[in-house]
T-cell receptor, first 115, second 114 residues
């Protein structure tokens, strides 16, 4: 089955440690996205990538880093510089054919808790 | 910049009641509009979409009509079920972002009781 996988589902880390969240898709989508969701709030865009080896900052990129070495993979690193990293992180992808955003498909999310 | 405003929740209804969740937007031109649903502990799923004025998106008994004159995309369902309990997000993709990103509302939680 095609889809997006995120791992792990739950992640615990000590304050000051970097942590990398995995996102893999087998939908052959060019574009991938990382969002952060906090309780009672909408989704805020962290980073996005329209094509391999290229990515752009979203609205809240500070304290995060990404890479896009393969079309299928878009890992997110939460660094120690992120002041309040505890949140639910969602990865998404879309085909963006013809230069217009099509439906974004979302993964199941990773809940990160920093102790 | 572009923005989406949704009614605050939670919206609490009894089973078989009529549902309306309001969504209005601010954007230049003609954005594409979406409704997503998030069940507890899961990612988001596309519920329906509309890409031009007066389009009606529909899925699983839910409907929303793209109203350019009122910049609105209200979500409706004639008879809700307990299984519809979830958080609903309105979103747009517009010219200001080259139609490459989604801008989300804050979400509206729906609670349906038997």
């Amino acid at each position: 089955d095609g889809g997006i996988t995120q791992s792990p589902k739950y992640l615990f880390r000590k304050e000051g440690q970097n942590v990398t969240l995995s996102c893999e898709q087998n939908l052959n989508h060019d574009a991938m996205y990382w969002y952060r969701q906090d309780p009672g709030q909408g989704l805020r865009l962290i980073y996005y990538s329209q094509i391999v080896n290229d990515f752009q900052k979203g609205d809240i990129a500070e304290g995060y880093s990404v890479s896009r070495e393969k079309k299928e993979s878009f890992p997110l690193t939460v660094t120690s510089a992120q002041k309040n990293p505890t949140a639910f992180y969602l990865c998404a992808s879309s085909s963006n054919s013809g230069g217009v955003l099509n439906e974004q498909f979302f993964g199941p999310g990773t809940r990160l808790t920093v102790l | 910049g572009d923005s989406v405003t949704q009614m605050e929740g939670p919206v609490t209804l009894s089973e078989e009641a009529f549902l309306t969740i309001n969504c209005t937007y601010t954007a230049t031109g003609y954005p594409s509009l979406f409704w997503y649903v998030q069940y507890p502990g899961e990612g988001l799923q596309l519920l329906l979409k509309a890409t031009k004025a007066d389009d009606k998106g529909s899925n699983k008994g839910f409907e929303a009509t793209y109203r350019k004159e009122t910049t609105s995309f209200h979500l409706e369902k004639g008879s809700v079920q307990v299984s519809d309990s979830a958080v609903y997000f309105c979103a747009l993709s517009g010219e200001n972002t080259g139609f490459q990103k989604l801008v989300f509302g804050t979400g509206t939680r729906l609670l349906v009781s038997p």
